[in-house]
């Protein structure tokens, strides 16, 4: 079956813009979880929705980004008056649930960043 | 916070020959995954270890999970060109309420040579 895609895969933009990336996950899948990986931080978790749940935020490292999921399947994650600190590969991960016992994480290629 | 160590950083390995990579934290683990990463590319999925002692195998990859729950190991046996690239391991962030978000080691890169 289809596995989660994201949007687009590269993405330039000039410090200041805003950015609108997109992930689609596998169908079925309540739980999507974002992640941005960079150089010098590695992978880090930024926010991940559950169902109709409030979203978890805790890992958003400033509030110029924000996420949101419609109809509890694709998400965007935005980005506003972007920064070249925020130059990273954001990826995004779909499972059937989340909790205890922990459910597999399945993760999109990634959308590639570049703040100029 | 929880720290997840993976050792060794890098590792050239000759083919045909047995690897070994090494994930360790400071606290219980619960839900320890095993990815791997072609560079420019997502994350594929290997395996979860949930259960002290655990022990999963795929094709010629096995993972364990210590009977403590603090140490992970990845084994590759007969290495193959198509094992290269990086290797990640990653485990859920304890929570009172909220399960599901991971964080992940520095991750381990794999070369094989001819």
């Known amino acids: 079956g289809a596995g989660v895609s994201q949007s687009p895969s590269n993405k330039v933009t000039e410090k200041g813009k805003d950015v609108e990336l997109r992930c689609d996950p596998i169908?079925?899948?309540?739980?999507l979880y974002w992640y941005r990986q960079s150089l010098g931080q590695g992978l880090e978790f930024l926010i991940y929705?559950?169902?109709?749940?409030?979203?978890?935020k805790s890992g958003l490292p400033s509030d110029r980004f924000s996420a949101e999921r419609t109809g509890g399947s694709v998400s965007t994650l935005t980005i506003q008056r972007t920064q070249q600190e925020d130059s990273a590969v954001y990826l995004c991960?779909?499972?059937?649930?989340?909790?205890?016992?922990?459910?597999?994480?399945?993760f999109g290629p990634g959308t590639r960043l570049t703040v100029t | 916070s929880q720290e997840l160590e993976q050792s060794p950083q890098s590792l050239i390995v000759q083919e045909g020959k047995n690897l070994t990579i090494n994930c360790t934290s400071s606290k219980t683990l619960y839900g320890l995954y095993w990815y791997k990463q072609k560079y420019g590319e997502g994350l594929i999925f290997l395996m979860m270890l949930q259960k002290g002692g655990e022990e999963k195998s795929h094709e010629k990859i096995t993972a364990k999970l210590d009977e403590k729950k603090q140490q992970s190991s990845l084994h590759i046996t007969a290495s193959q060109p198509s094992h290269a690239g990086i290797y990640l391991c990653?485990?859920?962030?304890?929570?009172?309420?909220?399960?599901?978000?991971?964080?992940f080691g520095a991750g381990t890169q794999v070369v094989v040579t001819p």
């Open positions: 929705f559950q169902g109709n749940s409030a979203p978890d």
């Open positions: 991960a779909s499972s059937l649930a989340s909790g205890l016992p922990s459910y597999e994480q399945y």
């Open positions: 169908s079925g899948h309540t739980a």
């Open positions: 990653g485990a859920d962030i304890p929570s009172t309420d909220s399960w599901g978000k991971l964080q």
